[in-house]
């Protein structure tokens, strides 16, 4: 099997939300984005870094100011971010390495100058690593743990057989409703180049893909690793079912 690479997809427009999702601050004052990135550096512990997509530079910016006591910039396109846990615990810890991704600068590319929603997300990746599989988690998902991303990881090493010119398919989940949730699975190389020819002919929902190349779909063993926030009422039942779950634990 190829290498998996750990990506976080942050570079949606938010529109019903009214705010970017990932800058979301979760009760014990989080914010999402660092949850997250910590969440695919514990399943992927040995990647050396978590790679996120931004819409633009300009997006950035506004990460880095969103909590500066956890994100340092160390380059252009490289931050350290201290897991918020750390951060609490006053230990000065490992910062986790995060590389950035611009879908700005997906050059060359189908789709490389429209405006084509999350596939651009992940055919910048594809751009970064053409032979790298991506564990790939949108910032919707609040309710997602260690756990979901393990079941992933585990059904993908059963399923990926030797395949017809090496050509290994996407593994993602499958909600309740039937449908697949292509922003939280594991793309591979395959995937992406079948992701990339439907971009070429117009078509650019990554659910286009995931139906018609035999992607492997899985269920959840829990059914609220799939809830997805794009209002802010979602995001408010999001957040008392946290604080809930937190009080139960105290």
């Known amino acids: 099997m190829t290498t998996i690479q750990p ?8 529109s019903r939300m009214g705010q970017r999702k990932e800058l ?12 997250m ?18 819409r633009d530079r300009q997006r950035l910016h506004e990460l880095r100011q969103c909590s500066p006591a956890l994100v340092r910039q160390i380059t252009p396109d490289t931050l350290h971010i201290l897991p918020a846990s750390l951060a609490k615990a006053g ?9 950035i991704l611009f879908d700005e600068d997906l050059a060359n590319q189908p789709g490389g100058t429209e405006e084509i929603g999350p596939a651009k997300g992940l055919l910048r990746a594809r751009q970064e690593g053409p032979d790298s599989s991506w564990l790939v988690v949108a910032c919707d998902y609040p309710l997602l743990c260690r756990d979901a991303l393990d079941q992933l990881l585990q059904q993908h ?8 010119h090496g050509h290994e398919k996407a593994t993602v989940f499958r909600n309740a ?3 697949a949730e292509p922003l939280l ?12 020819r439907a971009v070429a002919k117009g078509i650019t929902g990554p659910s286009y893909v995931v139906r018609h190349s035999g992607s492997t779909l899985i269920r959840p063993r829990c059914e609220k690793w799939l809830v997805n926030v794009n209002t802010p009422e979602e995001w408010e039942d999001v957040t008392r079912e946290l604080e809930t779950s937190v009080e139960g634990q105290s």
Do not use: M
């Open 7 to 14: 990506l976080l997809l942050a570079g949606g427009h938010s």
């Open 24 to 35: 979301l601050v979760l009760p014990d004052k989080t914010p999402l984005f660092i949850r």
């Open 37 to 54: 990135i910590t969440l695919l550096h514990e399943s992927l512990p040995q990647s050396e870094q978590i790679y996120i997509s931004l």
């Open 91 to 99: 230990e000065p810890g490992i910062p986790i390495a995060v590389r």
């Open 157 to 164: 090493e059963k399923q990926q057989q030797p395949a017809a």
């Open 177 to 179: 409703d039937g449908f």
């Open 185 to 196: 699975g594991i793309w591979t190389p395959g995937a992406l180049e079948d992701l990339s």
